[in-house]
């Protein structure tokens, strides 16, 4: 059983006409950027399609994504406003949903956090996980709707539809991750809201290491077993290339400490967060190469009492759509007060003392 510690264009080919049967046709890519595909979209919802549909095991692992909706549910609190309409995308199993049905850890006398919200829309591709507490109790405390998406890469809804958009623990899996965002702010009203959170950087990278390790040693390479993250130094410039303003982002670690090498994959497999890489080597991963990734595991990230910690790295972000009438911060040099001065005046203060 795992436990939490935190450790906190090419334009149009021009030719003439020719007699059908001489006439030469072209291959000609289609307008806009070129997506570069680096996950399998379907891979990836037959992963969670059959992590949900072991519903017992599948509740018992989410207490990764718990704990962190929870981070964002108080996050979204931080914002002195209702949101009467609220998407949720990538909703997995409604976990912020949930989390906003209880008390806010921080002012536990105000009631739930869902007091806050009007109506959430809850869109994910996997219908299973998405219905998958369809019939636990916090729906009746808020009003939730579930959105089967044909696709977690297209967002089917107006512009200016939402009065805030949260994600959480999905944005990792998107290939076209610019596009996404450029949508995320197209649905939003005019100063609303986007707060997301994704794993990135160095999720993980004890496992990471130790199979990189045990592959070369007893395989003579290393394959694509884990997948790349997003850095958070790139966020920003995702967020703003995408017309976000007013960007905020930052990083938090969760740790969790688990009996095996093998636990931490099981639990991986079962939350549907397995390696869905298009160039991942097809088949399981040798057995010999698991038993000698363990104990390179254990050499050098294990825990003095026999565990072994995997880190997630989330990244936070919270980016508003522009507005005319969105507040703005002042320009460079309006400023009237020196911090070098300042920080001067003290030391000669602290001198005289």
Not at 96 to 112: N, R, V
Not at 159 to 172: E, I
Not at 191 to 204: E, H, K, N, R, Y
Request: charged share 25%; proline share 6%; with cysteine.
């Amino acid at each position: 059983m795992a436990t939490f510690s935190i450790r906190t264009f090419i334009p149009p080919v021009t030719r003439r006409c020719l007699p059908l049967q001489a006439a030469r046709r072209y291959a000609v890519q289609a307008p806009g950027a070129p997506t570069l595909e680096i996950f399998s979209n379907q891979h990836k919802w037959q992963q969670k399609e059959r992590a949900a549909a072991d519903i017992e095991t599948s509740r018992s692992v989410d207490y990764l994504r718990n704990e962190v909706a929870s981070r964002l549910c108080e996050r979204v609190l931080d914002i002195n406003r209702h949101f009467s309409k609220v998407l949720d995308l990538g909703a997995n199993a409604c976990n912020i949903a949930h989390m906003l049905t209880l008390p806010s850890e921080d002012a536990p006398d105000q009631g739930p956090r869902a007091n806050r919200i009007g109506t959430i829309t809850c869109a994910e591709s996997s219908e299973t996980l998405l219905n998958r507490d369809a019939d636990l109790p916090f729906n009746t405390e808020i009003d939730i709707v579930r959105d089967v998406l044909p696709t977690s890469e297209l967002l089917p809804y107006e512009a200016n539809t939402f009065d805030a958009v949260l994600s959480s623990l999905s944005l990792h899996w998107i290939n076209d991750l610019p596009s996404v965002l450029a949508q995320v702010n197209n649905v939003l009203k005019p100063d609303a809201p986007f707060i997301g959170v994704m794993m990135g950087g160095d999720t993980l990278f004890e496992l990471r290491t130790a199979l990189q390790l045990a592959e070369q040693d007893r395989r003579g390479g290393v394959s694509t077993h884990t997948s790349p993250l997003a850095d958070v130094r790139d966020v920003g410039g995702l967020l703003q290339k995408a017309g976000f303003n007013l960007l905020t982002v930052d990083v938090d670690d969760i740790v969790v400490d688990f009996p095996d090498i093998f636990s931490l994959m099981k639990d991986l497999q079962a939350m549907g967060e397995s390696n869905a890489v298009l160039t991942r080597e097809k088949g399981a991963i040798h057995r010999d190469v698991l038993l000698a990734a363990e104990g390179i595991y254990r050499e050098l990230n294990g825990n003095e009492d026999g565990t072994l910690p995997a880190t997630f790295r989330l990244i936070f972000m919270i980016g508003w759509k522009p507005s005319p009438t969105q507040a703005k911060p002042l320009e460079r040099g309006t400023g009237m007060f020196s911090i070098k001065d300042y920080l001067e005046k003290n030391e000669k203060g602290e001198g005289k003392e």
